[in-house]
């Protein structure tokens, strides 16, 4: 996976990587107890599955899934139930982040109206 | 603008709904629909949010060469393995000069590559905001509202059961119980291996890094 694809700004992609689901492997939850989640819980720590991704030095993708336990306090902690949070680390503004809270249907059915607006309105 | 739909289930009914709710302003029609499951239908004028499914088109290139839509929205049930059969839906899509949307993240997390050439090769768009973050703009946001900046990683929470399964556990509840609680709330499919193997967590960052 080299360097590819984020140089000339109209066309821009997020990352060009080129990889699959497979090359990720991923660790799931299977070895986690109840035991051990109710412990954190009094240690004010909880599990989560994180995905996590960076560009390296040679300009390849490294991805990961992974659980990790973190602080209640983390920002990853806090996200809930359905909830998703993705934040992107960039160059020039930081991190920038994207919540969605309890989505369901309705905003995967935005997410295609969005699409075909960009399309519409590129031709 | 004329829309072929390729599924229709909760997700396709529910955006049939917002086009009618916004066709003042956006004025697209979807013309047909085809289904495994239901059939297939077309009507140029538009159709309905309930359609009269006829017997089903016998191949989706025969369903395209009929409907013969702009944009195609590709949106049948996702085999997480292989990303099939919609690659190839959208394969046929691009052959024959249509934009292809998609909800579907296994045609990014297996093949975006050989499908973005497909799809500069046939010169048309393809587009699949839905597949990661549920339809918040992700892609379109670096896209369109990030101009300059070099994306260097990202960092996600991105699959609800598994969420609501350690909630669950940090009740005292077992993961198998905490499955059931994802199921009841309409969020994990009946195999939740999917979940909670990673493998769902995965198809999403494989779509983010090659999006």
Redesign the interface.
């Known amino acids: 996976m080299g360097r590819r694809g984020?140089g000339c700004?109209f066309?821009?992609?997020?990352?060009?990587?080129?990889?699959?689901?497979k090359?990720?492997?991923?660790?799931?939850?299977?070895d986690?107890t109840?035991e051990h989640?109710?412990q954190l819980?009094k240690e004010r720590k909880?599990?989560?599955?994180?995905?996590?991704?960076?560009?390296l030095d040679d300009g390849s993708?490294k991805?990961?899934?992974?659980p990790e336990v973190l602080d209640d306090t983390d920002m990853?902690a806090g996200?809930?139930?359905?909830?998703?949070?993705?934040?992107?680390?960039?160059?020039?503004?930081g991190t920038?982040g994207?919540?969605?809270i309890d989505?369901?249907?309705?905003?995967?059915?935005?997410?295609?109206?969005?699409?075909?607006?960009?399309?519409?309105g590129?031709? | 603008?004329r829309?072929a739909l390729i599924g229709y289930g909760?997700?396709g009914k529910?955006?049939a709904?917002?086009?009618y709710a916004?066709r003042t302003v956006?004025p697209?029609r979807i013309t047909g629909i085809h289904t495994a499951r239901h059939g297939t239908v077309y009507e140029p004028r538009g159709l309905p949010i309930a359609p009269e499914f006829k017997p089903s088109a016998a191949s989706v290139a025969e369903f395209l060469d009929t409907a013969r839509p702009d944009?195609m929205?590709e949106?049948t049930t996702l085999n997480?393995e292989t990303g099939q059969p919609a690659i190839s839906h959208i394969e046929e899509a691009f052959a024959r000069g249509i934009?292809v949307?998609t909800?579907n993240k296994g045609p990014i997390?297996?093949a975006?590559?050989a499908l973005r050439g497909s799809a500069k090769r046939n010169q048309v768009?393809f587009?699949?905001?839905?597949?990661?973050?549920?339809?918040?703009?992700?892609?379109?946001?670096?896209?369109?509202n990030?101009?300059?900046?070099?994306?260097?990683?990202?960092?996600?929470?991105?699959?609800?059961t598994?969420?609501?399964?350690?909630?669950a556990?940090?009740r005292?509840?077992?993961?198998e119980e905490g499955v059931r609680a994802a199921q009841e709330?309409g969020?994990a499919e009946a195999d939740a291996s999917y979940d909670?193997?990673?493998?769902d967590?995965?198809?999403?960052?494989?779509a983010?890094?090659?999006?």
Do not use: C
Not at chain 2, 146 to 160: D, K, M, Q, R, W
């Open positions: 984020q700004g066309g821009k992609r997020l990352m060009n990587a080129g990889t699959t689901p090359q990720v492997r991923p660790t799931g939850l299977r986690l109840t989640v109710v819980a909880t599990v989560m599955l994180v995905s996590r991704g960076q560009r993708v991805l990961e899934v992974r990853l996200v809930k139930g359905s909830s998703n949070l993705l934040l992107l680390h960039t160059d020039l503004v920038v994207t919540l969605l989505p369901g249907v309705a905003q995967t059915a935005y997410g295609l109206f969005l699409d075909l607006v960009d399309i519409a590129s031709l | 603008m829309l909760s997700v529910t955006f709904r917002l086009l916004k956006f697209f944009v929205v949106i997480p934009h949307i909800a997390a297996y975006y590559s768009k587009r699949f905001e839905s597949t990661v973050m549920d339809g918040a703009p992700v892609f379109n946001e670096v896209r369109n990030l101009p300059g900046a070099e994306i260097l990683g990202f960092t996600g929470v991105l699959n609800s598994s969420k609501v399964v350690v909630e556990m940090q005292g509840l077992s993961m709330k969020i909670i193997d990673g493998w967590a995965a198809a999403k960052a494989a983010l890094a090659n999006g």
